[in-house]
């Protein structure tokens, strides 16, 4: 299956105030709009996405690889139409269509409305049930009470088999609230996923600090860290805290661990906080021979210090020998310990360099890593 996001922006938004429409407002450091691309951008399922713009708004978006945009109709439904049109020889199986406003978007929600799809649905779309008690009234006082039993408030991403929703637009006739409207009008099914309540859809001016705090919230952080040692004399090597027997040893200013140095370095450049250099100077005798759970374990005290916890640790190891895998669950062990994570959200794995560069010659031994840092 190829999966297809169309996110539709081509609305004005006056009722959220702003010299601007809301999406193309500034929201955490980004445009509410960016946001929201950059959430789908994020799942590996969705290959293409498609913006729908204004027409006044078609320079605010860049194309770019899996990014394009298209003008929009005078209405929602009219705009959708155009973004499926877009996708319409493009071999687009199934196609998620979303409100640019709805920026807080989390990938788990996208996944269980492919996971319905993915199970045969036609027609999914999230959805949270109404639990509050419904007024009528007007304007000024309560005229009329209303049954919640059976009602919905209706969320997007709302996911179809391309060809069906294709088809269900091509024969609606004028505006519908949503895709699921038009769907229904065509008689389709629409499952119903659950919904997130942190989905929610900037209307108005107080909306904005809303979905800053879920954003926060949503501030996940990815570092990445390399490191190498070479070879001297020695009788073993320690890699990821574990002394393993060898012929030669690692040469360094500390103990020349150069899994658990990599690490180190990916939580520091997740944090934007520089390598183990700047917390530890070589120069500083004091650090001298140090055993490099230190530097770990500081990674991991800052990240805390700073509003986040690890999510999972990776690390691979670059180097002919020795050989790494009978070692690999005393390293996940020793790391484990280190860092307070379960075993399963740390992976130490080993590569060769096909007998190619410093690490093929023997020379030395590399280690690249990355680590997840999620919100406390």
Known sequence: MTTASIIVAAGRGTRAGGDLPKQWQALGGARVIDWTIAAFAAVP????????????????????EGLTTVEGGASRSESVRNGLESLAESGVTRVLIHDAARCCIRPALIARVLDTLAEGALAAAPALAVFDALWQGDGKTVTGTQDRTGLYRA????????DTILAAHRAHD?????????????????????????????????????????????????????????????????????????????????????????????????????????????????????????????????AGEKGYKINNLDVTLVCERPKITPHAPAMQAALADITGLATDRISVKATTSERLGFTGREEGIAAQAAVTLVPK
């Open 45 to 64: 399922e969705v290959a293409q996405t498609v913006v729908v713009l204004h027409p006044d708004d078609m320079d605010r978006i860049a194309p770019r």
């Open 155 to 162: 969320q997007t991403p709302q996911g179809f088999d391309f």
């Open 174 to 302: 004028g505006e519908a609230a949503d895709d699921v409207e038009v769907a229904r009008m065509a008689g389709i099914d629409v499952q119903i996923v659950e919904g997130d309540e942190s989905n929610l859809k900037i209307t108005t001016p107080g909306d904005f600090a809303r979905a800053e705090r879920i954003l926060r919230d949503m501030d996940i952080r990815i570092g990445t860290g390399f490191d190498v040692h070479r070879f001297g004399e020695g009788d073993h090597v320690v890699l990821c805290g574990v002394a393993v027997p060898h012929t030669r040893g690692l040469q360094g200013h500390s103990d020349a661990d150069v899994g658990m140095h990599a690490l180190t370095d990916a939580i520091y450049g997740a944090l934007a906080e520089g390598d183990i250099g700047r917390h530890f100077p070589p120069t500083d005798p004091q650090w001298k021979g140090a055993e490099s759970h230190i530097f770990l374990r500081h990674a991991v005290t800052l």
